[in-house]
């Protein structure tokens, strides 16, 4: 499957051509999010790597979206990482579905036509990637050099371990009961301001600690541009057939899966919480949904079953 490139929508390019955006992405009294937006998909990752040609996807896949977005448009701030903590769950996907909950910090040209360049981190279930339906813990990049379609984990020379106890692709047990105990990761990610790598840190149940980093010879574009931060659930499946749950499998609410103490990180490293409503982008209204942004804790997915 050839990848396609990244498609610059209208509101998009407001946010970078610093246009107002308040009347594009429309912001709604309710709390569970109607409306779809358009944004840029951060990466525009496809389910199978290029270099991993026994396990190429057959036919087009088909990418759902429900995420919320930063870009230093919106606020004048400069933002440079993510922290949030995420709830964790497991389904058992098809070969070619993938169900994501992650961050992706990355940058783009203003024209629209440079390639996406930068990081995802979170959760996923990836059967073709990892022959089982477990939940794994995810890195992805995408940067100078890298291989067409970008890498995961540790698949190719990039994202450098300091942790002997965390590695991307580990499996991540247990995982949430939707009505019983909730299982957790914490991710913090941001550019260290001595280094200028991409520093990650990661936790289970507990707090964040660095695991490791992506050297800033990786993403020498994301110096000259500016960074896009956005948050939420993805999943993908093959053409005409029934789209896989996101998140925990429900719409918004008490038992749905969220995303908590959101926080942005500056430039010393600082953190700063996120108190208010951000943009956001959700592609199928009828599959997956996404609440706004309360005391830095929002909720989102669905459960799928969408045919496209």
Request: aromatic share 12%; glycine share 10%.
């Amino acid at each position: 499957m050839e990848m396609t490139s990244t498609k610059i929508a209208l509101c998009c390019v407001l946010i970078l051509s610093g246009a107002t955006i308040r009347g594009c992405f429309g912001y709604k009294e309710e709390n569970i999010k109607e409306k779809t937006q358009s944004i840029p998909w951060p990466l525009q990752i496809p389910p199978i790597n290029r270099d991993e040609a026994s396990t190429q996807a057959s036919e087009e896949q088909i990418n759902h979206f429900s995420v919320h977005l930063w870009n230093k448009r919106l606020d004048g701030n400069n933002y440079y990482g993510l922290e949030a903590t995420m709830d964790v769950y497991g389904f058992h996907l098809g070969h070619e579905e993938q169900s994501v909950a992650a961050i992706w910090i990355y940058s783009r040209g203003e024209d629209g036509k440079s390639p996406v360049t930068g990081f995802a981190l979170g959760w996923h279930i990836h059967p073709a990637l990892y022959k089982d339906t477990n939940t794994h813990f995810l890195t992805h990049w995408t940067g100078n050099g890298s291989p067409p379609d970008g890498c995961y984990n540790i698949r190719c020379p990039g994202y450098i371990r300091t942790s002997s106890s965390t590695t991307p692709g580990d499996v991540i047990t247990p995982v949430s009961s939707i009505r019983d105990k909730k299982q957790y990761i914490t991710i913090k990610a941001y550019k260290d301001k001595k280094s200028g790598d991409w520093q990650v840190h990661y936790g289970f149940n507990s707090p964040a600690k660095l695991v490791g980093y992506f050297p800033k010879s990786l993403f020498s574009d994301m110096e000259k541009k500016q960074l896009i931060i956005s948050f939420g659930g993805f999943t993908s499946h093959p053409h005409a057939q029934p789209s896989p749950p996101m998140g925990s499998g429900l719409f918004p609410g008490r038992n749905a899966a969220s995303f908590k103490n959101l926080k942005f990180v500056d430039a010393e490293g600082s953190t700063h919480d996120i108190n208010k409503d951000l943009p956001f982008n959700v592609t199928y209204h009828s599959c997956y949904r996404l609440s706004t942004i309360v005391s830095g804790h929002f909720f989102y997915g669905g459960p799928g079953h969408c045919v496209v």
